[in-house]
């Protein structure tokens, strides 16, 4: 648990320093970059989704 629970705020640090960049993007470029900027999330969200679909997976095999 305290290991997950580690790896979460390293994760949230991550994506804390990410938004301010991509504020810095959308003030240097415009409206183009909001939209990239909004991809760019969205891919972040799917990795992660990915990587706890996968956490889930090998415990349950583990498990087994």
């Given amino acids: ?4 629970a580690s790896r979460r ?3 949230e640090k991550k ?3 990410a938004s301010i960049y991509y504020k ?10 909001a939209k ?3 991809i760019f999330t969205l ?5 992660l989704l990915k990587m706890l ?6 415990r349950k095999r583990r498990n087994s």
């Fill in 15 to 17: 994506s804390q320093v």
């Fill in 24 to 33: 810095k993007l959308i003030i240097l470029q415009g409206k183009h970059t």
């Fill in 9 to 11: 705020t390293k994760y």
């Fill in 53 to 58: 679909i996968m956490l889930i997976f090998l």
């Fill in 1 to 4: 648990m305290n290991a997950f």
């Fill in 43 to 47: 891919f972040d969200l799917l990795k």
């Fill in 36 to 38: 990239f900027v909004e």
